[in-house]
């Protein structure tokens, strides 16, 4: 939702979309209700990560939708009460002398400041109980460019300010906008590295293995169309597999599932022994040993 916002927030984007949607800057709606959704987005995922109590959790989200939906309705109720005949990116400097544009503003403004500033308590409430170091670093790393976000916010409202009263190259303004760039810069840096950092801090050796899993399951793929496919009575699914195989969620599961359904097929029939090439049964092969591997680094050591 956010991509969506950003990339129709780019003027030429803006322009060619417009017209599409009927003109009247609907594109404009379209972007800030993309832009709130996925912030509430952001908000819920943070609330189901970080808050351990089930309870609190259930309340916390229930809060960010009721808030979310009311905000949504009121910038849309502004939006449409606001006369905006020609397409400009800008609506607030535009429009802003509008009551209805005042409120599609200041609304979203307030929704997206809000959630940001939630974000932060979140953070701050729930890091110092966390275990592993690497998750208090990302939840840190968070919170901070949330708090940036918040301020590139009131750098962008006072700017609208300034840029009315004053000349929009006056050194304020100029120095607002300087710090809106560094600002919003620094914001996503944080927030895009405190979401990779758990994952970076993975173990590369498993990461390589599941690479590896998916690697055999294109390569059994073709195996399985050709063995197991259409047969009902042996296939947990009769759907033909497909490229996007590779972006399973549970690569293991896929993979030893394919490979039983197609050892079911040979035992079912000793003429699919017979279709199978040297290169399709070394396939079978080592997907079994793979699996095989990864059910023995998984036991527990024993003495």
Not at 120 to 141: D, E, G, K, Q, Y
Request: charged fraction near 20%.
């Amino acid at each position: 939702m956010a991509a969506i916002a950003c990339t129709l927030y780019v003027p030429a984007v803006y322009y060619a979309v417009d017209p599409l949607l009927g003109g009247h800057n609907r594109v404009g709606l379209v972007t800030l209700l993309s832009l709130l959704l996925g912030f509430w987005q952001f908000r819920s995922a943070i609330l189901q990560a970080a808050v351990s109590d089930a309870k609190v959790r259930r309340r916390q989200l229930a809060l960010g939708q009721r808030v979310t939906f009311v905000v949504c309705t009121a910038v849309t109720a502004g939006f449409l009460g606001s006369r905006v005949e020609e397409t400009d990116p800008n609506l607030p400097l535009t429009y802003g002398d509008q009551l209805g544009m005042a409120v599609f503003l200041w609304a979203g403004s307030a929704l997206i400041m809000w959630v940001c500033l939630d974000i932060a308590r979140v953070c701050r409430s729930h890091v110092p109980h966390m275990r592993a170091r690497t998750f208090r670093s990302a939840f840190t790393l968070i919170a901070g460019g949330c708090i940036l976000f918040a301020l590139v916010l009131v750098d962008r409202l006072l700017y609208g300010i300034v840029s009315g009263a004053e000349d929009a190259d006056s050194p304020a303004a100029a120095a607002l906008n300087s710090f809106y760039w560094i600002g919003e810069t620094c914001a996503v840096l944080l927030v895009s590295l405190g979401l990779l950092l758990p994952r970076l801090a993975g173990h590369p050796t498993q990461d390589l293995f599941g690479l590896r899993l998916r690697m055999l399951l294109m390569e059994v793929r073709p195996i399985w169309n050709n063995v197991a496919y259409r047969r009902r009575e042996l296939v947990l699914r009769d759907r033909r597999a497909t490229l996007f195989l590779f972006f399973c969620r549970h690569v293991e599961t896929q993979l030893h599932r394919r490979l039983v359904e197609i050892r079911d097929c040979e035992m079912a029939n000793p003429q699919v022994r017979e279709q199978l090439s040297a290169h399709d049964a070394s396939v079978i092969e080592r997907g079994e040993r793979a699996l095989e591997h990864r059910k023995k680094a998984s036991q527990p050591y024993r003495q």
